[in-house]
């Protein structure tokens, strides 16, 4: 496995690893239901439900790796960079550079 030192380096592959459209709207969706827990948590101080985070995000994205794209999720082997590489994606998605 390549090490990556930068995150501009490492995100071609990371899309690579995303190619599959399902895949995809699943990751979107994994981080929608992040964002809306997040701000339902802060609003309601619901701190208890934090565990819904991971659940949501990590669930969804590895969900769509294991029955779409047959492939080992990134965040195995750079979670660091995968995670940037989530929000990156997502961001992309919304603004249309990436096929929804």
């Known amino acids: ?14 899309l ?20 809306i827990t997040l701000v339902v948590l802060i609003v309601t101080g619901r701190w208890g439900l934090w565990f819904l985070l991971p659940l949501f995000g990590y669930g969804c994205a590895w969900a769509g790796h294991f029955f779409f794209e047959h492939n080992r999720p990134a965040t195995f082997t750079h979670p660091v960079y995968s995670f940037m590489g989530d929000w990156v994606m997502y961001r992309d998605m919304i603004s249309g550079k990436i096929a929804f």
């Open 1 to 14: 496995m390549s090490r990556y030192t930068h995150f501009s380096d490492f995100y071609p592959f990371y």
């Open 16 to 35: 690579r690893e995303h190619s599959n459209r399902s895949c995809r709207r699943l990751h979107f969706l994994g981080s929608s239901l992040v964002i």
